[in-house]
């Protein structure tokens, strides 16, 4: 159960950044249009709480299949929010890394309404949001100079901030 949750994060991913935040308007919308206007808000942070809060209450009643699903889940969450700060911020990525950060850089600054996966290209292409192969080449071409992002991410400054608060306090 838990591979099955990990394995269906892929597309609880897409149908969330690609439907809800991009295709249909929804209360997504708005919420993704930030990491859009300032790629260093490249973490969902106020989704982790509830988001653990669920885990807690399956699991105060055992290791339910629900549970386990559900772990697996969280932990395509987990892995998608390392992907895509990598993505965004790493200089030094392995091959898929890379081939993940030009789809995701097609999506961010060539067709907001394509490559709308990012953990992995799979659903672009069963729901027809991958161009086809000589768009895709030269759209790929396109972004493939772009250096990645400096500075802190917005899980950093929120890091920083607490810690000056801490500090001050």
Same mark, same amino acid.
């Given at each position: 159960?838990?591979?099955?949750?990990?394995?269906?994060?892929?597309?609880?991913?897409?149908?969330?950044?690609?439907?809800?935040?991009?295709?249909?308007?929804?209360?997504?919308?708005?919420?993704?249009?930030? !990491?859009?206007?300032? %790629?260093? /808000?490249? @973490?969902?942070? +106020?989704?982790?709480?509830?988001? =653990?809060?669920?885990? &807690? $209450?399956?699991?105060? !009643?055992?290791?339910? %299949?629900? /549970?386990? @699903?559900?772990? +697996?889940?969280?932990?395509?969450? =987990?892995?998608?929010? &390392? $992907?895509?700060?990598?993505?965004?911020?790493?200089?030094?990525?392995?091959?898929?890394?890379?081939?993940?950060?030009?789809?995701?850089?097609?999506?961010?600054?060539?067709?907001?309404?394509?490559?709308?996966?990012?953990?992995?290209?799979?659903?672009?292409?069963?729901?027809?949001?991958?161009?086809?192969?000589?768009?895709?080449?030269?759209?790929?071409?396109?972004?493939?100079?772009?250096?990645?992002?400096?500075?802190?991410?917005?899980?950093?400054?929120?890091?920083?901030?607490?810690?000056?608060?801490?500090?001050?306090?």
């Amino acid at each position: 159960m838990f591979g099955a949750g990990l394995m269906s994060w892929t597309l609880f991913e897409y149908a969330v950044h690609g439907w809800m935040g991009h295709i249909y308007k929804t209360f997504v919308t708005p919420i993704h249009a930030v !990491h859009h206007r300032d %790629p260093r /808000a490249v @973490f969902a942070i +106020g989704t982790w709480l509830p988001a =653990a809060l669920v885990a &807690v $209450i399956l699991l105060a !009643h055992g290791w339910s %299949p629900a /549970a386990c @699903f559900y772990l +697996g889940l969280l932990a395509g969450f =987990a892995a998608y929010e &390392v $992907i895509h700060y990598r993505i965004h911020f790493s200089a030094r990525l392995t091959p898929v890394e890379t081939r993940l950060r030009t789809h995701h850089l097609v999506h961010h600054l060539r067709r907001p309404k394509m490559c709308l996966g990012v953990t992995t290209s799979f659903w672009d292409r069963v729901f027809g949001t991958e161009p086809a192969g000589p768009e895709l080449a030269a759209l790929y071409a396109s972004v493939r100079s772009v250096p990645p992002i400096e500075g802190p991410s917005n899980l950093g400054i929120l890091i920083a901030a607490l810690g000056s608060a801490r500090r001050t306090s």
